[in-house]
């Protein structure tokens, strides 16, 4: 299926337009894709021969530079989602700075907060030290190619890792072994979605463990609440899990909850809910209430960042809801860090980053 | 802002109240998770941790490799609250004067801060690159068989921010935090 890609690539004029912009990487193509795809060596000396026009024609050229492509843009978003937050983290961040009152410790660390975007971005270097679970969302044409694209994200990952973008994050369960390289089973985490669009988009979410461990998984009704099977119940769970939290999760943070669907597909979606925009808005109604409304209450709660007290528990709350089975009523919270990275990119015909999706 | 420097002393940090901001210069010791439950199966510190300061982060390191030299380019703090089993015991036992971390602590280390003369300060979490600049070297390494996050890293830093959230004298901002949100709640939930 990876050759049917790179057949309907090679067939746009703008794979030779860039080929022939780069002619080296081109030249070195036939042989990687014939023989070793690893060795990169031979490509200065046959530069010189072949002209990049004579062969992006042949329909096996463009498959190990579209690879190298890809393999480029998938470190390079690596490297931004660890080190660069989007812009509508930033946002709410300054935000919430601007809201704490002056000379608090709360203040104090929005100060920090700020210091360290700028700095990480500066660095080029991880925003936090716990560059979390990778997970990665595909949405990808028809006749996709998943197997050879995992392949491509766990090399991305090893070598994101060796160059410090990413920390030895991955634990055998058992024998409480570091892989040292981030890949493991379940590691990274990658979610595929078929899409009707011809359109490759990658994104990434980097969770820490911190605001993981803060996550929480309610079954209604739930009686030490008294929160019954409807929104009001939905919504004093939701409160209830912000003030277990405290400050234990890096707040202020952002939820990500679902209502209904099973235990493993409420937490999936819930974490998929933090790939929305923040200052988007729910298209239903009785939702986007919801949202504005746990993100009031719970700065009344006065948490504040870090848990020293302050006006911003909360920077945000995306809500989403999924069926359930007549004798199940899950709510699934997932809570995410000020460290909010995410990130997305589409690609194009020859898997270079054509937009930045945040 | 106040400063404690190194050599730290139980007398210095019993000075200490919670809401002080306080800059840090010294040494600390990395020790999360795995160190944590190796003191409490009984192995002996690789290192005298005696008046010194445990901070609960795992690093992201990276080694020249020509040189062998060490260098952090990710420093903040983890979760405080998976060591509460073990953290009073090792107050008591090894004698160190603080831990950093992040989140907050409970009942038990607030206790052994109060009967061993040490303070919880807060560092502020996913902070990683404000806090690694001021790591002035990586000093030496010890048990890195538990892996690169969990192993225990001697670091000098200069100017090492923190908030004092547990005191020695049982003052603490978590149960404060904690207590005044619950009533909060409370309101919210009768709404």
Known sequence: MAKKMTK???????????????????VATPKKTKAAPKKIAPKKAAAKKVTAKKVAPKKAAPTANTQKNLEASLLELIRSTSAVLPDDVQKVILEALEREEKNTTAEYAMNIIKANIELAKKKSQPLCQDTGTVLFYVNHPIGFDQGAFTKLIEKSVVKATEMGYLRQNSVDSLTGENSGMNIGPGHPSIHYHQHNKPTIEVRLMLKGGGCENVGAQYSLPYGPLEAGRDLDGV??????????????????????????????????????????????????????????????????????????????????CKISALNRLPASFFVSISYMCWAYRRQGVELSGTNEIKKWLY | MKRLTYPFTHEAVRDLKVGDMVLLTGKLFTGRDAVHKRLHEG??????????????????????????????????????????????????????????????????????????????????????????????????????????????WELSVTDFPVVVTMDAHGNSLHAKVEASSAEELKKALQD
């Open chain 1, 8 to 26: 309907k690539a090679a067939s746009k004029k703008t794979v030779v337009k860039k080929v022939s912009k780069k002619p080296k990487k081109v």
């Open chain 1, 235 to 316: 919504r004093k769970v939701i409160l209830d899990a912000v003030h277990k939290a405290q400050g234990k999760g890096c707040g202020p943070g952002v939820l990500g909850i679902c209502i209904g669907g099973d235990r493993g597909a409420g937490y999936i979606e819930s974490k998929e809910q933090l790939l929305r925009k923040l200052d988007d808005k729910n298209a239903v109604p009785s939702l986007a209430e919801l949202e504005s409304e746990i993100v009031e209450t719970s700065n009344k709660l006065g948490i504040g960042p870090m848990g020293f007290g302050g006006k911003t528990t909360l920077l945000g």
């Open chain 2, 43 to 152: 192995v002996k510190p690789p290192v005298d941790l005696n008046n010194q300061i445990i901070y609960h982060c795992g690093p992201v390191i990276l080694q020249d490799k020509a040189t062998g030299k060490y260098t952090v380019t990710a420093a903040g703090p983890t979760t405080s609250i998976r060591e509460e089993p073990y953290q009073a015991e090792v107050m008591k036992d090894y004698g160190i004067v603080g831990v950093i971390g992040k989140g907050g602590m409970g009942a038990k280390t607030l206790a052994g801060c109060k009967e061993y003369g040490c303070v919880y300060f807060h560092a502020i979490g996913g902070a990683a690159q404000v806090l690694a600049e001021k790591i002035d070297s990586v000093d030496a390494v010890h048990w890195l068989d538990l892996g690169s996050p969990e192993a225990i």
